[in-house]
C-alpha cells in the first residue's frame, strides 16, 4: 500500500513541476511580481520627496533600482530590504551632506500630514532616536510588512493561474486519481516504474529550503514576493515523463471498446461520479504544486526506507 502512495504522490510530483513551469512562465510574461511590487511600494511612498514630484516614481528611477530591472521601462521583480533602505537614504540625502535625519526629512516638501513619506519616515527616525543604523534597519522592517502584504496579493493570483494550469494538464491527459489507484494495487510493474521515478525526482533535486515551500528567513519575509524562482522554461524532459508514466499507467483519452458489453444504465452513473471525483482530486493535487509534493514525497520515501529493512528481517525466519 506504501508504494501505491509513492506512485500516487510521484505523478502528483511529475504534473506539479509541469504546472509550477507554467505558473511561473505565465507571471513572469505578465511581470506579476514586478506590478505587484510596484503596487505595494506606491502604497509605502506615498507622497513626495520633491517640490514637484512622486516619491515613488522617484525610487523606481533610483539608479539602484534601475540596475535591478532589465530596462528602463521595465519593473523589477525583486527588491531586497537593504536595497530598498539604501534607496530610500540616498533619496533623503542625494548630495552625501550626511546632516542629520531630522534635518533631511524637516527639508521634505509639505506636513507631516500632507505628505504621508513625510510623516512616516518622521516617525521611525523618532522611534530610532535619530540613529542612522537604526533608522536604515526601521526601514528595512517597514518594507517587510509592506512585501508581505503583497505576497499575499500575488499568491491569490498564482493560486488561481495554478488551478486553471492543473485542470489543463489533467483533462488533456485523463489523470484519474482513483483510477491510477486502483491500476497501481493490481499492477506491481507499474508500481516499480513509478519508484524508480521517485528516486530519480529525489537524487535529481538534493533537499534544499525552497521558497516557493517556505517564506526565506534568512532575509526577511520582503523577500517572499520575488524569491521565489525565476520562471522556468516548462522544459521537454518534464512532458516527456509525464507521457512515458501516462503510458506505463495507461492513461490518456480513449475511444471505448465497442466489443465490450455495454454496461447497465446503473453502472453508467456510478462510473461517470468515479471518474468526476477522480479527474477532481487529481486537479486539486497538481494544483498544490511541485514543491509541496516534493516534501511529501521525501517523507513518505524515508518512512519506505525505515520499514523495508524490518519486513525484510521479518521474512528471514519464516522462510528458515
Same mark, same amino acid.
Given at each position: 500500500?506504501?508504494?501505491?502512495?509513492?506512485?500516487?504522490?510521484?505523478?502528483? #510530483?511529475?504534473?506539479?513541476?509541469?504546472?509550477?513551469?507554467?505558473?511561473?512562465?505565465?507571471?513572469?510574461?505578465? $511581470?506579476?511580481?514586478?506590478?505587484?511590487?510596484?503596487?505595494?511600494?506606491?502604497?509605502?511612498?506615498?507622497?513626495?520627496?520633491?517640490?514637484?514630484?512622486?516619491?515613488?516614481?522617484?525610487?523606481?528611477?533610483?539608479?539602484?533600482?534601475?540596475?535591478?530591472?532589465?530596462? %528602463?521601462?521595465?519593473?523589477?521583480?525583486?527588491?531586497?530590504?537593504?536595497?530598498?533602505?539604501?534607496?530610500?537614504?540616498?533619496? #533623503?540625502? @542625494?548630495?552625501?551632506?550626511?546632516?542629520?535625519?531630522?534635518?533631511?526629512?524637516?527639508?521634505?516638501?509639505?506636513?507631516?500630514?500632507?505628505?504621508?513619506?513625510?510623516?512616516?519616515?518622521?516617525?521611525?527616525?523618532?522611534?530610532?532616536?535619530?540613529?542612522?543604523?537604526?533608522?536604515?534597519?526601521?526601514?528595512?522592517?517597514?518594507?517587510?510588512?509592506?512585501?508581505?502584504?503583497?505576497?499575499?496579493?500575488?499568491?491569490?493570483?498564482?493560486?488561481?493561474?495554478?488551478?486553471?494550469?492543473?485542470?489543463?494538464?489533467?483533462?488533456?491527459?485523463?489523470?484519474?486519481?482513483?483510477?491510477?489507484?486502483?491500476?497501481?494495487?493490481?499492477?506491481?510493474?507499474?508500481?516499480?516504474?513509478?519508484?524508480?521515478?521517485?528516486?530519480?525526482?529525489?537524487?535529481?533535486?538534493?533537499?534544499?529550503?525552497?521558497?516557493?515551500?517556505?517564506?526565506?528567513?534568512?532575509?526577511?519575509?520582503?523577500?517572499?514576493?520575488?524569491?521565489?524562482?525565476?520562471?522556468?522554461?516548462?522544459?521537454?524532459?518534464?512532458?516527456?515523463?509525464?507521457?512515458?508514466?501516462?503510458?506505463?499507467?495507461?492513461?490518456?483519452?480513449?475511444?471505448?471498446?465497442?466489443?465490450?458489453?455495454?454496461?447497465?444504465?446503473?453502472?453508467?452513473?456510478?462510473?461517470?461520479? $468515479?471518474?468526476?471525483?477522480?479527474?477532481?482530486?487529481?486537479?486539486?493535487?497538481?494544483?498544490?504544486?511541485?514543491?509541496?509534493?516534493?516534501?511529501?514525497?521525501?517523507?513518505?520515501? %524515508?518512512?519506505?526506507?525505515?520499514?523495508? @529493512?524490518?519486513?525484510?528481517?521479518?521474512?528471514?525466519?519464516?522462510?528458515?
Amino acid at each position: 500500500m506504501l508504494d501505491v502512495l509513492i506512485g500516487l504522490i510521484t505523478l502528483y #510530483l511529475v504534473y506539479g513541476l509541469a504546472c509550477t513551469a507554467i505558473v511561473e512562465a505565465v507571471a513572469a510574461k505578465l $511581470s506579476w511580481r514586478g506590478k505587484q511590487l510596484r503596487n505595494a511600494l506606491d502604497e509605502l511612498l506615498a507622497g513626495q520627496l520633491e517640490a514637484d514630484g512622486n516619491a515613488a516614481d522617484a525610487f523606481f528611477m533610483h539608479p539602484l533600482i534601475q540596475s535591478l530591472s532589465k530596462g %528602463q521601462n521595465s519593473l523589477p521583480s525583486y527588491i531586497s530590504a537593504p536595497a530598498f533602505a539604501r534607496t530610500v537614504r540616498a533619496l #533623503l540625502d @542625494p548630495t552625501g551632506t550626511a546632516q542629520s535625519l531630522q534635518t533631511l526629512i524637516d527639508q521634505l516638501p509639505g506636513s507631516d500630514d500632507s505628505n504621508r513619506i513625510k510623516g512616516l519616515l518622521r516617525a521611525l527616525a523618532m522611534d530610532t532616536q535619530n540613529d542612522a543604523v537604526a533608522f536604515g534597519k526601521a526601514l528595512e522592517s517597514q518594507f517587510d510588512l509592506v512585501m508581505e502584504r503583497a505576497t499575499g496579493w500575488f499568491k491569490k493570483n498564482t493560486q488561481t493561474l495554478s488551478l486553471v494550469a492543473a485542470a489543463a494538464l489533467v483533462l488533456a491527459t485523463n489523470f484519474d486519481t482513483i483510477a491510477v489507484v486502483n491500476r497501481l494495487t493490481l499492477d506491481e510493474q507499474a508500481r516499480a516504474v513509478l519508484i524508480k521515478a521517485a528516486e530519480q525526482q529525489l537524487s535529481a533535486n538534493p533537499p534544499a529550503n525552497d521558497a516557493t515551500a517556505q517564506p526565506a528567513t534568512n532575509t526577511g519575509t520582503a523577500q517572499n514576493l520575488a524569491a521565489q524562482p525565476a520562471a522556468q522554461p516548462l522544459e521537454g524532459k518534464e512532458l516527456q515523463l509525464i507521457i512515458d508514466l501516462g503510458q506505463t499507467l495507461g492513461l490518456g483519452w480513449r475511444s471505448s471498446d465497442k466489443s465490450k458489453k455495454q454496461p447497465e444504465k446503473s453502472d453508467n452513473w456510478q462510473t461517470h461520479l $468515479s471518474k468526476l471525483v477522480g479527474l477532481a482530486i487529481s486537479i486539486l493535487a497538481v494544483s498544490l504544486g511541485a514543491p509541496f509534493w516534493f516534501d511529501m514525497l521525501q517523507r513518505v520515501m %524515508q518512512l519506505r526506507s525505515s520499514i523495508k @529493512p524490518k519486513a525484510e528481517e521479518q521474512k528471514k525466519p519464516a522462510s528458515s
